[in-house]
């Protein structure tokens, strides 16, 4: 029997640590994004390296929370840390975790996404952290957002039933700088390891699915813009998805194809919905979310994650590439 990540008992809750001392590896994300939600859920002991400083100090937004952080000389000042949070590529992240020793045992860990390069390594990446920590999370956003918990309440894919999820925006990249490793499928990046993800995530947490067909295509520079797939979750809802990174037209779909619409959800992105004070980004407070449930049962979750690296090697093992105009 497949365990729900999602109606834990509240016996599963564990006492909060907040005098935990955190880490951040890298920069970007785990600025703007995780040292406000780890503040914001009183883990107010931040270690970050000293050469992201001007950067926060730059941002309005993020000067309020530089009282919580040590700037550290070293970059391996911040393993001292009781927990971890990775903000870096995949291929780095791949190699902190294989060569962490087994000595230091870590409370907490929160891994990036993709977890790796390739499916090929991420269950060695899971598992390597899950040894490392008495807790790992995996910062999969949509799980946890609006729309996904709406859909979620609903029962709506775990019942027969046809359902697309058109999910179109202009990635950065594409916008201001195309040399960005975000572009590369083969750094982990693409609209297939680095945003399709997302999207695996989400049918993997509703329960075990199969893959019906995927298609990939590539722009006249070789640059993997848009994902076609369909997915059968078993016992459910067939989905398929259209995913497009280079659109100029920005939207976030999820409908019945079924006759007259049983559900319809259409917003511009999928943090629509999510409150955020002004400037800040509006994933902040799904990643608290991801930083609470470190206190609950992590049995699920692991299944979760395992279900995860399944389906996108399942995935990928079916994918065409094609090259479009």
């Given at each position: 029997m497949t365990l729900s990540i999602f109606f834990l008992q509240k016996d599963t809750v564990k006492k909060q640590e907040s005098s935990l001392l955190w880490g951040i590896l890298g920069g970007g994300f785990g600025l703007y994004g995780y040292l406000p939600a780890l503040v914001n859920t009183n883990q107010l002991r931040v270690l970050i390296h000293k050469k992201n400083?001007?950067?926060?100090?730059?941002?309005?937004?993020?000067?309020?929370?530089?009282?919580?952080?040590?700037?550290?000389?070293?970059?391996?000042?911040?393993?001292?840390?009781?927990?971890?949070?990775?903000?870096?590529?995949?291929?780095?992240?791949?190699?902190?975790?294989?060569?962490?020793?087994?000595?230091?045992?870590?409370?907490?860990?929160?891994?990036?996404?993709?977890?790796?390069?390739?499916?090929?390594?991420?269950?060695?990446?899971?598992e390597k952290a899950i040894a490392l920590a008495d807790s790992v999370r995996v910062g999969y956003s949509f799980v946890d957002s609006?729309?996904?918990?709406l859909v979620r309440e609903k029962n709506i894919l775990k019942m027969p039933g046809e359902y697309q999820i058109n999910w179109m925006f202009l990635a950065h990249h594409f916008r201001l700088n195309p040399s960005s490793w975000k572009i590369r499928h083969d750094m982990g990046g693409g609209v297939l390891r680095f945003y399709g993800i997302q999207l695996l995530a989400y049918l993997a947490s509703i329960?075990?699915?199969?893959?019906?067909?995927?298609?990939?295509?590539?722009?006249?520079?070789?640059?993997?813009?848009?994902?076609?797939?369909?997915?059968?979750?078993?016992?459910?809802?067939?989905?398929?998805?259209?995913?497009?990174t280079n659109s100029r037209v920005e939207c976030f779909d999820f409908y019945s194809?079924?006759?007259?619409?049983?559900?319809?959800?259409?917003?511009?992105?999928?943090?629509?919905?999510?409150?955020?004070?002004?400037?800040?980004?509006?994933?902040?407070?799904?990643?608290?979310?991801?930083?609470?449930?470190?206190?609950?049962?992590?049995?699920?979750?692991?299944g979760f994650y395992r279900r995860v690296n399944k389906l996108w090697s399942d995935l990928e093992k079916v994918t065409v590439w094609e090259v479009c105009d």
């Open positions: 400083q001007p950067f926060l100090e730059s941002r309005s937004d993020l000067t309020k929370y530089i009282p919580y952080v040590e700037f550290v000389g070293r970059l391996d000042d911040i393993f001292t840390a009781d927990s971890l949070v990775f903000s870096v590529l995949p291929g780095i992240q791949e190699e902190i975790v294989r060569q962490l020793g087994s000595d230091k045992k870590y409370k907490k860990i929160v891994l990036e996404k993709p977890l790796s390069l390739s499916p090929s390594s991420s269950d060695d990446v899971l609006y729309w996904g918990n329960g075990e699915a199969d893959v019906e067909y995927s298609k990939v295509f590539n722009d006249k520079n070789q640059n993997a813009t848009r994902w076609h797939a369909s997915f059968k979750i078993i016992n459910g809802a067939r989905v398929i998805v259209c995913l497009d194809l079924e006759g007259e619409s049983k559900f319809k959800f259409n917003v511009p992105s999928p943090f629509f919905f999510e409150k955020a004070e002004e400037t800040q980004d509006k994933r902040i407070s799904v990643l608290e979310k991801v930083l609470e449930s470190l206190d609950l049962n992590n049995a699920p979750y692991y």
